[in-house]
């Protein structure tokens, strides 16, 4: 994962701005930008593509799910990863959020600790989409391109769905995918299903996995993550 990533901050409060920003660059991320609204934000994202983005839901001019919006609507910037900061818990807001592309968030107040780990995982996450074709995760070996899963060298028999399931969470760990987006990235926007369907999914797929499946996280309200590596 190169340090020298671009981080964009698109926060309000100044203080926590600049607690945010001393936490990467204190932590080898010296290539930061900043935002103090919605507006500015986006177009600091349009204009610089940064590695990454930690945006605040509470933004004047335009709000951050709208910001988020914008971004995954643009080719440019929609493959950018976004992590909401939000003072807010309700699921709701967590939940459209990750709707509209965010891959995390975090709830405000946080640990800069943490904050730093979840950004190391999600642009070491993007670096290893970018540059290896399989798919590796302790054990766990996918290829995309032969459709093929194996488990510490054994082969795993898997449905289609339950592939898809699979390696939409391995592709990016610690990120939470609702039902909704499990749904839509396996079996198309219009296909007909329910939350229990997704469990049920879910169910048969850690059968399968066996002890391994202990890596795949429920989320409560939510959906589902894989455990990103320590």
Not at 102 to 107: E, G, I, R, S, W
Request: aromatic fraction near 4%; proline fraction near 4%; hydrophobic fraction near 45%.
């Amino acid at each position: 994962m190169p340090m020298n990533s671009r981080i964009l901050i698109i926060e309000d409060d100044e203080a926590i701005r600049d607690v945010v920003r001393y936490a990467l660059e204190s932590n080898g991320f010296k290539n930061t930008l900043v935002a103090a609204d919605g507006e500015a934000g986006l177009n600091i994202a349009l204009r610089e593509r940064p590695s990454l983005i930690l945006l605040d839901l509470m933004l004047p001019k335009i709000d951050g799910l709208e910001v988020c919006r914008r971004l995954k609507r643009e080719e440019a910037t929609r493959d950018i990863p976004v992590v909401m900061l939000t003072a807010k818990s309700e699921e709701s807001d967590i939940v459209l959020g990750l709707e509209l592309g965010a891959v995390d968030y975090v709830t405000k107040p946080f640990s800069g600790k943490v904050l730093v780990a979840r950004v190391r995982a999600h642009l070491r996450q993007a670096f290893e989409q970018e540059t290896a074709a399989e798919i590796r995760r302790d054990g766990l070996v996918l290829n995309p391109a032969e459709h093929t899963a194996r488990l510490n060298g054994k082969p795993l028999e898997l449905t289609f769905t339950e592939y898809g399931i699979l390696q939409m969470l391995a592709a990016r760990p610690g990120r939470v995918y609702t039902r909704d987006q499990i749904v839509s990235r396996v079996k198309g926007e219009d296909y007909p299903v329910t939350d229990r369907a997704i469990d049920v999914q879910m169910v048969n797929l850690r059968r399968k996995l066996g002890a391994w499946a202990v890596n795949i996280e429920t989320v409560r309200g939510i959906g589902y993550r894989m455990k990103a590596p320590l």
